[in-house]
């Protein structure tokens, strides 16, 4: 009899539901969030069960490792993509359990992609560097306003990030509050700097550069960290049949519902990969200031909209170019991109 599981995912527990063949629900369970619990109660049907689903929810990664490493087949279904009967009067997590399950029996699962381990943890090490990243733009946008406001000037990032002369301590040296409060900013954004660089240096040395990091980094814009990040987020192109599924999945297409002209609603438009969309949306300001088509472009979407529709417009542009420079291994090519 050949069984398919659906895996309920939460914090500290999981609930399973098992079905037969015909949609008959044979088992339920609520189980511990620990290893032993889980495999011990799926070896009960291992020489049956022909599927294991699993929702993507932000902490799938130990159990789905856990799974493969158990030699079962697994899916990733894509809650954002899932859809559940109308009119139901009554829900729960073992009925979750099993409709994931259902819809893998009738074909219509939504599935994510299950990157691999192996190469999982020096993409989470990227992302790390991009929190970094954030907290330091924080720290430095914060000592810019402490500044404009006690000294009446704007100080640049370049100024404030600046490693052999403190160009900070000067304009609040007067205060003695607030130039403690500028000393703990500057050495915090010094450090934040440091580990940034680390990591930058660390994630080049322990990866194995693939072909599409050089031709990405024909792209305007794109530089060494850029590259890396849109070779790692994407991982194979071959997984996006067409380019507009790699450009949405990049967050770079509209997210608006509209009829006979009129707005009407909105999709969700954080589906997709957010570390693409800033990727993308990095390459097109760094192109627009460094790139002569790409600022030509820009100018012309400009003059008939404003600055933030043209900005995705030209990073809608550069995702396009990257899909198809990963698909056939080329460089990039202006004279097709902005035709």
């Known amino acids: 009899m050949e069984l398919h599981c659906g895996l309920d995912l939460h914090s500290n527990n999981t609930y399973a539901g098992i079905i037969d063949q015909s949609g008959k629900r044979v088992v339920r369970s609520k189980l511990k969030n620990k290893p032993e619990h889980i495999v011990q109660f799926l070896d009960q049907y291992k020489e049956d069960l022909a599927r294991?689903?699993?929702?993507?929810?932000?902490?799938?990664?130990?159990?789905?490792?856990?799974?493969?490493?158990?030699?079962?087949?697994?899916?990733?279904?894509?809650?954002?993509?899932?859809?559940?009967?109308?009119?139901?009067?009554?829900?729960?997590?073992?009925?979750?359990?099993?409709w994931l399950a259902e819809m893998w029996r009738l074909g219509i699962l939504p599935e994510g992609y299950i990157y691999p381990k192996a190469e999982r943890p020096i993409r989470d090490l990227l992302r790390k560097r991009s929190h970094l990243v954030k907290l330091r733009t924080s720290l430095i946008t914060s000592l810019q306003n402490i500044i404009s406001r006690n000294c009446g000037i704007k100080l640049s990032a370049t100024d404030i990030k600046a490693i052999q002369e403190d160009r900070v301590a000067p304009f609040?040296?007067?205060?003695?509050?607030?130039?403690?409060?500028?000393?703990?900013?500057?050495?915090?954004?010094?450090?934040?700097?440091?580990?940034?660089?680390?990591?930058?240096?660390?994630?080049?040395?322990?990866?194995?550069?693939?072909?599409?990091?050089?031709?990405?980094?024909?792209?305007?814009?794109?530089?060494?960290?850029?590259?890396?990040?849109?070779m790692l987020e994407t991982g194979p192109i071959s997984r996006f049949s067409k380019v507009g599924d790699y450009v949405s999945y990049c967050r770079k297409v509209p997210s608006l519902w509209t009829s006979n002209g009129k707005k009407k609603g909105k999709g969700n438009s954080k589906c997709g990969n957010r570390y693409l969309a800033w990727a993308f949306s990095e390459a097109s300001e760094l192109s627009r200031r460094t790139d002569a088509n790409a600022r030509a472009y820009y100018n012309r979407k400009r003059q008939k909209t404003n600055l933030m529709v043209?900005?995705?417009?030209?990073?809608?542009?550069?995702?396009?170019a990257a899909y198809y420079i990963m698909r056939d291994q080329v460089s990039y090519m202006p004279e097709k991109l902005f035709r």
């Open 52 to 98: 294991i689903v699993v929702e993507s929810t932000y902490n799938w990664y130990w159990l789905v490792d856990l799974l493969m490493d158990e030699k079962y087949k697994v899916h990733l279904a894509n809650p954002s993509a899932i859809q559940k009967y109308s009119g139901l009067k009554h829900s729960d997590d073992i009925d979750d359990a099993f």
């Open 172 to 230: 609040l040296g007067d205060q003695e509050e607030l130039a403690l409060a500028g000393a703990i900013s500057k050495d915090t954004i010094d450090f934040l700097g440091s580990k940034i660089r680390y990591i930058e240096t660390e994630v080049k040395n322990r990866i194995r550069l693939k072909q599409p990091y050089t031709l990405l980094r024909s792209i305007p814009g794109v530089g060494n960290v850029l590259a890396l990040t849109i």
């Open 310 to 320: 043209a900005h995705a417009a030209l990073a809608h542009k550069l995702a396009r």
